[in-house]
């Protein structure tokens, strides 16, 4: 909901990209950087180089203290991000529910769109100490790491806004919109869009972020786990 100091305009809306923007710079930044001091990756984007997988996981922890600031800004926070209780026997069927459907349409767009295929991320060969910890790192932060922020910024900061401004049709097809657009890979586009409108329709049905989170993270655990068989 809005409130009565809440900025207007194209101040709201430059306030509630910021994090999105403070993240892709960060992360081109510290890209930048360790490319330029210890080399990039060898072959595909892996999760097992370890300067990457740092980046990735202070990059998430930036994201979310960002997400935080300006959520202050619009009103109390928990609120701001639909941060709200949720029954348990209700949010747990929602996320069920919503982690199968996602799935589905995952597994229907791919052959289509090799969305997957088209991210090259690769596990990597974990055959040392440094590659078991960059594994450990990067899997954290894709788990947990990527279903926290995101669901706070993209169905908590910008579907709350979007909501208030345009209607609860507008807050789920944009947000799942943008959430599509944010990962800047056109094959991957119409599963991450099916599994935005999936997340954001659960947000719409609970009122809160919560069940979102938990039908995020676990998606994101099936993902890892392929990525792991994959590469054995």
């Known amino acids: 909901m809005s409130t009565p100091t809440e900025p207007r305009g194209a101040r709201l ?3 509630v990209a910021a994090p999105l923007v403070l993240q892709f710079g960060f ?8 490319n330029a001091v210890a080399g990039p990756p060898s072959g595909d984007t892996t999760l097992t180089y ?5 980046l990735l996981f202070v990059a998430y922890i930036v994201f979310g203290i960002a997400i935080w600031l300006v959520a202050r800004q619009l009103g109390a926070p928990r609120e701001v991000l639909a941060l709200r209780r ?3 026997a209700r949010g747990a069927a929602l996320a069920v529910g919503g982690l199968i459907v996602g799935v589905l349409a995952a597994a229907a767009l791919e052959p289509i769109f090799h969305g997957s295929a088209s991210q090259q991320i690769s596990a990597g060969d974990i055959d040392s100490l440094t590659t078991a910890l960059a594994f450990g790192i990067s899997a954290a932060a894709i788990v947990f790491g990527a279903a926290i922020t995101e669901e ?3 169905r908590g900061l910008l579907y ?6 345009f209607g609860v049709a507008s807050a789920v097809v944009g947000s799942a919109g943008v959430f599509g657009l944010a990962h800047f890979e056109p094959n991957a586009f119409p599963a991450l869009f099916a599994l935005g409108l999936v997340l954001g ?6 009122s809160s972020v919560w069940p979102g989170m938990a039908i995020h993270g676990a998606n994101n655990v099936i993902a890892v786990i392929g990525l792991l068989l994959a590469a054995n």
């Open 13 to 15: 809306w430059l306030l």
């Open 152 to 154: 706070l910024y993209f």
């Open 201 to 206: 329709l659960v947000r719409m049905r609970s």
């Open 86 to 88: 949720v029954p348990f």
């Open 160 to 165: 709350g806004r979007l909501d208030a401004r």
């Open 27 to 34: 992360v081109g930044l510290g890209a930048a950087v360790i």
């Open 50 to 54: 370890l300067p990457q997988a740092v």
